[in-house]
């Protein structure tokens, strides 16, 4: 017996489909890049999809080819038939969690937010739970609530929409799951793309709360619970590892042979005297920008100061989750001083024992 995932995969079929076919504008729903990506996180052993079948009759012979079992919903009045869709497809999972004690893995086939309460006593039940939806009509609510989730149209084999489409807005005052891991966004040595803030900030994170080495499968796994939607290829990488040799390469990471072949360790580069660099870099233009009679400095807009000296600087390469996190360490070493000012709804930042701000600065 191997360690492989068992997989089971249920599909609120008209919810998938009809959003397929809205975004991608094209009248068949192609199932084949779904098939292929689970067969590369396990094995698949239930396969069911739930829909009024007579509103799917090319759908249903797609489907039969690829060994999924047609479950019945009879169309009704109103929303009658929707609910009750939804709550077989909840009753036959959680039911199938208590009889095959077996399956590691549940696999919903939705956007739909109302199976966010299936999701949440399936992962208490130790199940992991990955989703499947498309990104023009999956609701906000779903993705973070899973292990994993994975937009149709991001999948490899799915070809894209033939003219530009409506590209659905999160709903007022939301974020996405990764922007809320920014604290803001960052311009990385080698690349300009912010999916490497989220891993070195998660790497930051595992270096501090873990005692033993971080592993790459350790660190995807973390990536992954805090935005499910993250996927390397996304960014043009074929593997998890190449992207962390792409960030070795241009000195974010280091990488060293682990304790299992294929799963590196990862740790930040260790040189101290690029830290105390960095630091001495911070406090000088501190200083500089102290000097001049609009008062002393603020933290927003001190980076970009930093960089007009050092145009590649960037506290990520020493394992800060954020710049505010690095000052903060440049002031527990008495380098600097900082004095929060609600009015501004900002820090401003000096040089150790210098006077703080009057109030009309």
């Given at each position: 017996?191997?360690?492989?995932?068992?997989?089971?995969?249920?599909?609120?079929?008209?919810n998938?489909?009809?959003?397929?076919?809205?975004?991608l504008?094209?009248?068949?729903?192609?199932?084949?890049?779904?098939?292929?990506?689970?067969?590369?996180?396990?094995?698949?052993?239930?396969?069911?999809?739930?829909?009024?079948?007579?509103?799917?009759?090319?759908?249903?012979?797609?489907?039969?080819?690829?060994?999924?079992?047609?479950?019945?919903?009879?169309?009704r009045?109103?929303?009658?038939?929707?609910?009750?869709?939804?709550?077989?497809m909840?009753?036959?999972?959680?039911?199938?969690?208590?009889?095959?004690d077996?399956?590691?893995?549940?696999?919903?086939?939705?956007?739909?937010?109302?199976?966010?309460?299936?999701?949440?006593?399936?992962?208490?039940?130790?199940?992991?739970?990955?989703?499947?939806?498309?990104?023009a009509?999956?609701?906000?609510?779903?993705?973070?609530?899973?292990?994993?989730?994975?937009?149709?149209?991001?999948?490899?084999?799915?070809?894209?929409?033939?003219?530009r489409?409506?590209?659905?807005?999160?709903?007022?005052?939301?974020?996405?799951?990764?922007?809320?891991?920014?604290?803001?966004?960052?311009?990385?040595?080698?690349?300009?793309?912010?999916?490497?803030?989220?891993?070195?900030?998660?790497?930051?994170?595992l270096?501090?709360?873990?005692?033993?080495?971080?592993?790459?499968?350790?660190?995807k796994?973390?990536?992954?619970?805090?935005?499910?939607?993250?996927?390397?290829?996304?960014?043009?990488?074929?593997?998890?590892?190449?992207?962390?040799?792409h960030?070795?390469?241009?000195?974010?990471?280091?990488?060293?042979?682990?304790?299992?072949?294929?799963?590196?360790?990862?740790?930040?580069?260790?040189?101290?005297e690029?830290?105390?660099?960095?630091?001495?870099?911070?406090?000088?233009?501190?200083?500089?920008?102290?000097?001049?009679?609009?008062?002393?400095?603020?933290l927003?807009?001190?980076?970009?100061?930093?960089?007009?000296?050092?145009?590649?600087?960037?506290?990520?390469?020493?394992?800060?989750?954020?710049?505010?996190?690095?000052?903060?360490?440049?002031?527990?070493?008495?380098?600097?001083?900082?004095?929060?000012?609600?009015?501004?709804?900002?820090?401003?930042?000096?040089?150790?024992?210098?006077?703080?701000?009057?109030?009309?600065?």
């Open positions: 017996m191997t360690d492989e995932e068992r997989i089971a995969l249920f599909l609120d079929y008209e998938l489909a009809i959003g397929a076919r809205e975004a504008a094209r009248s068949e729903f192609d199932f084949r890049p779904i098939a292929d990506a689970l067969a590369e996180r396990g094995r698949v052993v239930v396969r069911r999809a739930y829909a009024d079948w007579s509103r799917f009759d090319e759908d249903r012979r797609m489907l039969t080819r690829h060994q999924i079992e047609l479950i019945e919903m009879p169309q009045m109103g929303m009658v038939r929707k609910n009750a869709a939804d709550i077989k909840a009753v036959d999972a959680v039911e199938l969690c208590f009889e095959r077996y399956i590691t893995t549940f696999v919903l086939g939705t956007g739909d937010s109302d199976f966010t309460p299936l999701v949440h006593k399936l992962r208490e039940l130790n199940r992991r739970v990955i989703g499947v939806g498309i990104e009509s999956t609701s906000s609510l779903l993705p973070p609530a899973c292990d994993e989730f994975l937009f149709y149209e991001r999948l490899e084999g799915v070809e894209p929409a033939p003219a489409r409506r590209v659905r807005k999160p709903p007022r005052g939301a974020r996405p799951a990764s922007a809320e891991l920014v604290e803001e966004v960052d311009e990385l040595p080698g690349s300009d793309d912010t999916n490497l803030v989220l891993v070195t900030q998660t790497l930051s994170g270096e501090r709360t873990n005692d033993g080495p971080v592993l790459a499968s350790m660190l796994r973390a990536i992954l619970r805090k935005d499910p939607t993250f996927n390397e290829a996304d960014y043009g990488f074929r593997a998890f590892g190449e992207l962390l040799h960030m070795s390469d241009a000195g974010l990471v280091e990488l060293s042979e682990g304790s299992a072949g294929g799963d590196p360790e990862v740790r930040f580069p260790m040189n101290a690029d830290e105390e660099a960095a630091f001495a870099l911070l406090r000088s233009t501190v200083e500089r920008l102290a000097k001049r009679k609009t008062g002393p400095p603020q927003s807009g001190l980076k970009t100061q930093m960089r007009r000296t050092q145009p590649h600087f960037s506290e990520k390469r020493f394992g800060y989750g954020g710049f505010l996190q690095f000052t903060k360490a440049a002031r527990a070493r008495g380098l600097i001083e900082m004095n929060y000012d609600e009015q501004a709804e900002d820090y401003f930042v000096l040089p150790a024992s210098a006077p703080p701000p009057t109030a009309d600065a």
